[in-house]
Every structure is written in structure tokens, then in C-alpha cells.
């Protein structure tokens, strides 16, 4: 089945330890984006790309980055990840930037010790 | 004016049940209104959804409601059953797709 796969599935770093998570999809999607969701509460965009094209949400801190090599696979790279990063953090995919279906990952859910 | 309000913050039902769950927009500009469940451990998945052209939409056991005039929509389950509890998202997006989620509503329907 066409989907949306992320890894790894749980992730622990520790406090300042670089982290990078992956994400593909076999939707073909012209569009990438990432979330990320604290216990109990609703997803939060923090950056999408529009096939090359990044766009980083106003107030996306600058310790998260995001790479995208092909139109399958795109990162998700925590420079100096501090406490207040551990959440899960979920990958999702649309067809183009016109309002409609995104697909989402089950998500890396990322522990800093 | 980005927000999307959504209520209750939980809900307890009886099998069998009609939960129903709100949520209030303000921006005019929102074109696509998804609704999302969402297992723990797991991602959001795409229930139903709804374009401001259309008054109701029906999938299976799942209805949305929108009324436009008052930026409001509301997710009805018929029949509820235990596998139905979840935390349930509404969505708004527009131009550009970025979704706007609500703050999610946990249901736990009873057996």
C-alpha cells in the first residue's frame, strides 16, 4: 500500500546531541511537511517543502532543520535538541499546495535524556 | 484568526451512542475542513472531510455538519462503539494547505 513511513519508530538522544528523522513516501506527494505534537495536545506545522521549495513556519525555532534530496525522502534535523524538544514528531504528504488530503506517518516519538 | 475552536475537550458515550463534537473557525478564507482520529502511538488518519459548498457530508458512520454563516462544523458518529475511542482533531486549511488543527477531543465510548 501507498503510505507514509517513519524512522525510527522511537528515538533517544541526549540533551545538545544532534538527532536526524527520516521520513519516505510512495505517494509520489509534491508536498512535504512536518509536525510536531506534545503530549496532549494538537500537531503543530513547523516547516513544509513544496517539491524544492522550503518553507519555514515564523516561529519554528532555528535548532530544527529539514532536507529533502528527492521527491520520496525528506529529514527532519534537531541541532542541540534541549528538553522541551521530546515529542512526537510527525511526518505528512499532499498532492499539491491546493486544500486538500494530507497523509500522515505514525510519527518518531523522540526522548532527550 | 488562525484558530480553529473545537469542543468538548472529552466526551464519554454509551455503546451504541451519538457522540458529537464542534469546532468554530473564524477565518473566511479556510476552503477544506478535515476531520482526523488518532490512536496513542499512532498518526492522525483522515476520517471525513468537507468543502464550504456542502451543508453535510455522510461516510459510513461518520456525518459532518457545516454551516457556513455561522463558521461551524461538527463530527457526528452513529452507532458508536468501543473501537471508535480515540482523540478526534478538527482541521481547517486554505491557500497554501497548511492545516489548522483544533485543540482534539478525547472519546471513550463504553461497552
Known amino acids: 500500500d501507498a503510505m507514509v513511513i517513519q524512522n525510527p519508530r522511537y528515538q533517544v538522544t541526549q540533551f545538545g546531541k544532534p538527532v536526524t528523522l527520516s521520513c519516505s513516501q510512495t505517494l509520489n506527494h509534491n508536498v512535504m511537511y512536518w509536525y510536531q505534537q506534545k503530549s496532549s495536545q494538537a500537531p503543530k506545522l513547523l516547516f513544509h517543502y513544496y517539491d524544492k521549495d522550503f518553507n519555514n513556519e515564523a516561529d519554528t525555532p532555528d535548532n530544527f532543520q529539514s532536507r529533502r534530496p528527492n521527491t520520496s525522502f525528506c529529514f527532519l534535523d534537531i541541532r542541540s535538541p534541549g528538553l522541551g524538544d521530546a515529542a512526537m514528531y510527525l511526518c505528512?504528504?499532499?498532492?499539491?499546495?491546493?486544500?486538500?488530503?494530507?497523509?500522515f506517518g505514525d510519527g518518531t516519538r523522540l526522548s532527550i535524556l | 484568526q488562525q484558530q480553529v475552536k473545537q469542543s468538548p475537550q472529552s466526551l464519554i458515550v454509551q455503546k451504541g451512542g451519538i457522540p458529537i463534537i464542534n469546532c468554530a473557525y473564524e477565518?473566511?478564507?479556510?476552503?477544506?475542513f478535515p476531520w482526523y482520529q488518532q490512536f496513542p502511538g499512532k498518526g492522525p488518519a483522515l476520517l471525513i472531510a468537507?468543502?464550504?459548498?456542502?451543508s453535510e457530508k455522510k461516510e459510513g458512520r461518520f456525518t459532518i455538519s457545516f454551516n457556513k454563516s455561522a463558521k461551524q462544523f461538527s463530527l457526528h458518529i452513529m452507532d458508536s462503539q468501543p473501537g471508535d475511542s480515540a482523540t478526534y482533531f478538527c482541521a481547517a486549511s486554505g491557500h497554501g494547505n497548511k492545516l489548522v488543527f483544533g485543540a482534539g477531543t478525547i472519546l471513550r465510548v463504553k461497552s
Open positions: 468537507i468543502r464550504p459548498d456542502v
Open positions: 505528512a504528504t499532499s498532492r499539491d499546495m491546493v486544500p486538500g488530503p494530507q497523509h
Open positions: 477565518n473566511t478564507a479556510f476552503d477544506y
